[in-house]
C-alpha cells in the first residue's frame, strides 16, 4: 500500500472517530466544570456528582433503570437460551420462519416496535382491562427485543460445540438433564453469561420503547436525561450522562471479552 493511501486512510480513521467520540468527551468533560452555565471551561471539580448524589428524581431513575435492566435480562436470557437449545436440537418444520422471525425483531426500527407494543397494551387494556402503563409493560417490551439477541448469540456458541461431548455422557449412562447440566450448560455458558450483558447493556440505553411503554413512577435514566435537556441542560446531568456512558462501556467491554473467549473456546472443536 501507497504512503500516499496509507495516510487517507489514517486520516479518515481518526476524523471518523472523533465524530464519533467527540460529542461524549465533551459531556464527560463538562461533568468536570465549574461552570454552571455554558461551556467555557472555568476550572475542575467533582461537585456536580456530589449534586447528583442528592437529587431524589435520578436517584429514583437509576432505581427504576437498574430494577428494569436486571428483571428483564434474567427473563429473556432464560427464555432466549432455551429458545438456542431448542434450536440446535436440528431441524424441524417452521425453523427457517422462527429464525426469520429472530432477525426480523433485531433489525426492525425500535419506533415501530414501540408503537405496535403500545397499540397491543392499548387493546389488552380494553379488552382485559389489566396492562396499565408502567414497569411491568416497560418489562415485558424490554423482554421483547432482548430475546433474540440472547438467542443469536447463545445459538451461535452451541454451533461451534462438538456433540461427541454429549453423546458421551449418554453412553456413560448419563440423563438429558445431567447431560445439560454437567456438560452442555459448563460449555455454552460464556455464551449465556455474553448474551445476557448485551441484553443488559441494550435495556439500560433503551429510550424509544421505554417511552412508549412507560407510565407514572416508571421513569428510566434515558427518559429522565431526555425530560432534563428540555428544561435546560445542567452539569448534574452531564454527570449522569457520563455514568451512564462508563457503565454501558463496561458492560460492552465484558461482552467482547467474553465473545474473544467464546471465540478461543470453540476453536479446538472446529479442527
Not at 3 to 22: H, P
Not at 119 to 143: C, I, K
Not at 183 to 193: D, S, Y
Not at 237 to 259: D, E, F, R, Y
Request: aromatic share 10%; charged share 10%; net charge positive.
Amino acid at each position: 500500500m501507497k504512503r500516499g493511501t496509507r495516510l487517507s486512510l489514517l486520516l479518515t480513521s481518526v476524523l471518523l472517530y472523533l465524530f464519533l467520540y467527540a460529542p461524549i468527551a465533551v459531556v464527560v468533560l463538562q461533568s468536570f466544570n465549574t461552570a454552571k452555565h455554558g461551556v467555557e471551561w472555568r476550572g475542575f471539580t467533582t461537585g456536580w456528582y456530589r449534586v447528583l448524589a442528592q437529587n431524589e428524581l435520578a436517584l429514583h431513575a437509576t432505581g427504576v433503570t437498574l430494577a428494569l435492566a436486571a428483571i428483564s435480562t434474567a427473563v429473556s436470557t432464560v427464555l432466549g437460551t432455551l429458545l438456542a437449545l431448542g434450536l440446535a436440537r436440528g431441524p424441524f418444520r417452521g425453523i427457517r420462519l422462527v429464525g426469520l422471525s429472530l432477525q426480523t425483531v433485531v433489525v426492525v426500527p425500535d419506533i415501530v416496535m414501540a408503537i405496535g407494543l403500545l397499540m397491543f397494551y392499548g387493546v389488552v387494556r380494553q379488552s382485559l382491562g389489566f396492562f396499565d402503563p408502567g414497569l411491568l409493560t416497560m418489562t415485558l417490551a424490554h423482554v421483547t427485543f432482548q430475546i433474540p439477541f440472547v438467542t443469536l448469540v447463545v445459538r451461535a456458541r452451541l454451533a461451534g460445540l462438538d456433540p461427541s461431548f454429549s453423546e458421551a455422557a449418554r453412553d456413560l449412562g448419563a440423563s438429558g438433564w445431567q447431560t445439560f447440566r454437567h456438560v452442555t450448560l459448563p460449555l455454552v455458558w460464556p455464551g449465556i453469561l455474553a448474551g445476557a450483558l448485551l441484553a443488559f447493556t441494550l435495556s439500560l440505553d433503551d429510550f424509544v420503547v421505554s417511552f412508549f411503554t412507560t407510565g407514572p413512577g416508571a421513569t428510566t435514566l434515558p427518559i429522565f436525561i431526555y425530560s432534563s435537556v428540555k428544561r435546560g441542560l445542567t452539569p448534574d446531568i452531564n454527570a449522569l450522562s457520563t455514568l451512564l456512558v462508563a457503565v454501558s462501556v463496561m458492560a460492552t467491554v465484558a461482552v467482547m471479552l467474553l465473545g474473544a473467549k467464546n471465540t478461543k473456546l470453540q476453536a479446538p472443536s472446529s479442527r
